[in-house]
Each structure stands twice: as structure tokens, then as C-alpha cells.
């Protein structure tokens, strides 16, 4: 049993001791970025001469001369793997600078939003506007109110239709004056349609006008 024992352990130990093949490293390094080279030589002549791409030559060395093998990368029949994994890295590195350009684009889009988010919290031109439809309203309101007036009902239906206009032009005018989520306008935009309304509400301020002059007039 003692015997068992010892050989055994013996075995353990060489199967736990780290082996070193210095050909198959040289056949490794050749494939991965080394010079390129292997050995034993004539085994690869003679055996793997298109996979090694092995020639041979005379080398004049005095009393040594003789017939010699070098290996050349251009002959063999198959390529390093680096070169592969050159590319695959080149390739890893342009998506890795696509993804961070699209980051960055994203990055401008989302500060240009919040730009625009905060334009759309506060309105900064209705102030401009807000005297000049506050005195049409008041022209409209009693220019109406004299036609009704004055006709004494006659003139209903021209009157009902012009408030109803100035009712929508108030609503729109409304909307565009508020801010916040869901009402999505930039100050920007906010001018061109007061500019845009203003304009509406001067048409009407000239066709309550002309309806004043028609019941001052005729009745």
C-alpha cells in the first residue's frame, strides 16, 4: 500500500506540473503576431510546406554550410489571425463612435427640447399685445351693443354673427396665451399668431364699424 501510495503522488505531481512545448509556441506566435516561423523545420518542409510556407535555400557558413529552411508569410496558404482581429477591432471602434456621435446628437436634441420647454412655460408677448385687444374688444363690444340698440332688434342676426366670430377669436387667443404641457408653443410662435390674430380682430373691429354706420343710418 505504501508503494501505491508513492507512485501515486508521483504521478500527481507530474500531471500538476506545468509542461512548456517551445514548438508549438512558435507555431502559435506565428499565427497570432510573432515573426513567422516554426519548427522543427524539414518536419515542416516536408509535411505542411504550403501551410508554413517554408522554402529552402543555401547558406554558405564556412565548414557549415549547407541547405537551410526559412518559412515566408506570402507562400502559406493561410493568413495570421491578426490581421482579422485588427479589423474586427477597427470595427468595434467605428461603432463605438457612431453610438457616442449619435449620443451626442441625442444629447443636443434633448437641451435644445429643454430650451424650448422653458420658452413654452412663460409668455413673453402677450404683454405686447394685450392693450391693443383689450381697446378692439371694447370698440366691438359697444359698437354691437349700439347697432342692437339702435335697430332696436333689427339688426340680430348681424349682430349674433359677429359675436360669434369675436367668441372664436377670444377662444384662439386664449389658447395661444396659455403655456405649459400640452399647449407646445415658443414665444417664437406665440408673436406670429397674436400678429396673425390681430389682424382677425381688426377685420372685425372695420365690419362692426361699417354695421354702425348702416343702423345710424337707416333706423
Known amino acids: 500500500m505504501l508503494c501505491v501510495a508513492l507512485l501515486s503522488y508521483t504521478t500527481d505531481a507530474d500531471a500538476q506540473r506545468p509542461t512548456r512545448d517551445k514548438e508549438k509556441a512558435r507555431q502559435w506566435q506565428s499565427m497570432e503576431n510573432g515573426p513567422w516561423?516554426?519548427?522543427?523545420d524539414w518536419y515542416y518542409y516536408?509535411?505542411?510546406?504550403?501551410?508554413?510556407?517554408a522554402e529552402m535555400y543555401w547558406k554558405w557558413a564556412g565548414f557549415k554550410s549547407g541547405f537551410r529552411v526559412r518559412f515566408k508569410e506570402q507562400k502559406s496558404n493561410i493568413k495570421r489571425i491578426m490581421p482579422v482581429r485588427v479589423t474586427a477591432e477597427e470595427t468595434q471602434r467605428q461603432k463605438v463612435k457612431?453610438?457616442?456621435?449619435e449620443r451626442k446628437y441625442i444629447k443636443e436634441l434633448y437641451k435644445e427640447e429643454l430650451v424650448r420647454e422653458a420658452d413654452r412655460n412663460v409668455d413673453l408677448t402677450y404683454p405686447a399685445y394685450k392693450d391693443e385687444f383689450n381697446r378692439m374688444?371694447?370698440?366691438?363690444?359697444?359698437?354691437?351693443?349700439?347697432?342692437?340698440?339702435?335697430s332696436d332688434g333689427k339688426l340680430k342676426y348681424q349682430v349674433d354673427e359677429l359675436s360669434r366670430q369675436n367668441e372664436v377669436l377670444c377662444a384662439?387667443?386664449?389658447?395661444?396665451?396659455k403655456t405649459g404641457v400640452g399647449y407646445g408653443l415658443e414665444n417664437a410662435k406665440r408673436q406670429q399668431a397674436y400678429e396673425?390674430?390681430?389682424?382677425?380682430m381688426e377685420e372685425l373691429v372695420s365690419r362692426t364699424a361699417r354695421l354702425c354706420a348702416l343702423a345710424a343710418t337707416h333706423y
Open 46 to 53: 516536408f509535411l505542411h510546406k504550403k501551410y508554413s510556407g
Open 98 to 101: 457612431k453610438v457616442e456621435e
Open 37 to 40: 516561423d516554426f519548427a522543427p
Open 172 to 177: 384662439d387667443i386664449a389658447y395661444i396665451h
Open 137 to 150: 374688444q371694447d370698440c366691438i363690444t359697444e359698437g354691437l351693443l349700439y347697432c342692437m340698440k339702435k
Open 196 to 200: 396673425d390674430a390681430k389682424s382677425r
